[in-house]
């Protein structure tokens, strides 16, 4: 079955400063991998995703990510963080009719 | 205009009550989701149909009962609420496989409070 780990439960970085925030995946083919941002009191809406090719991804809001099939992996990245970046970040595998979502990293940006 | 659209916002009401959320999308999307976000930010997904057919339906209490009239809308009704059923309940929408971009298009969330 697939599943998803996020190690991090919790960030807190400086603004400015670069982010990573870890996933890893569990799946019995070559899974279809997605990170999601979710601001309080609101719904969640795609950053980017990955399905073939290119195993680095560029999203919305400078973010990136990297598929690592040898480390099952696809961690989120951003060179300078901005104090609007502060949120919750799921990372999720699947497609249609079944996406799974790991437990989330909140992410907390210090002045 | 909401793509996905999903009412009431809030809902606090007693245990043992009876309660319905709806779900809207307007997006021409063949698959739609119920997911269930714990206190602790844990999103799970509950049930999702595909062209008004149920595809997953997890391990959720029978009380749970989704129901997809036609293909842009997902209703969900519970019954016998209990206390541990407070939580954020978020629709979501997707294409189908075949036209898969994969995205999940969500609504702002229903957040169910039982007392």
Redesign the interface.
């Known amino acids: 079955a697939q599943s998803v780990t996020q190690p991090d439960i919790h960030i807190t970085v400086s603004e400015g400063a670069s982010l990573e925030l870890r996933c890893n995946y569990s799946y019995g083919a070559t899974p ?1 991998l ?1 990170w ?1 941002v ?1 601001s309080p ?6 950053l980017l ?1 990955y ?1 073939s090719g290119d195993t680095l991804v560029q999203g919305i809001k400078g973010f990136e990510a990297e598929f690592k099939r040898s480390q099952s992996s696809f961690n989120l990245r951003k060179p300078s963080v901005h104090w609007s970046d502060a949120a ?1 970040y ?1 990372c ?1 595998v ?8 790991g ?2 990293t ?1 992410l907390t940006v210090k002045p | 205009d909401t793509a ?1 659209s999903q009412t009431p916002k809030y809902l606090v009401t007693q245990m043992g009550n009876d309660k319905s959320i709806k779900c809207e999308q307007n997006l021409g999307h063949d ?1 739609m ?1 119920w ?1 269930k976000q714990d206190s ?6 509950m049930f ?1 149909y ?1 062209n008004k057919e149920l ?2 339906n997890e391990t959720v209490p029978n009380r749970f009962s989704p129901k997809s009239p036609d293909k842009a809308h997902l209703n969900l009704h519970i019954n016998s609420l209990e206390l541990g059923d407070s939580a954020v309940y ?1 629709c ?1 929408s ?4 075949g036209q ?5 298009f ?4 229903s957040r169910l409070t039982v007392l």
Do not use: H, P
Not at chain 1, 94 to 101: A, E, H, Y
Not at chain 2, 106 to 109: D, P, Q, T
């Open positions: 279809y997605f999601y979710q009191g609101q719904g969640l809406q795609l995703k399905f919750e799921f999720a699947g497609g249609s009719n079944d996406m799974r979502f437990a989330g909140r | 996905v698959t989701y997911y602790k930010k844990f999103l799970k997904i999702s595909n595809i997953i978020f979501a997707s294409q189908s496989l898969n971009t994969g995205e999940l969500f609504g702002e969330g």
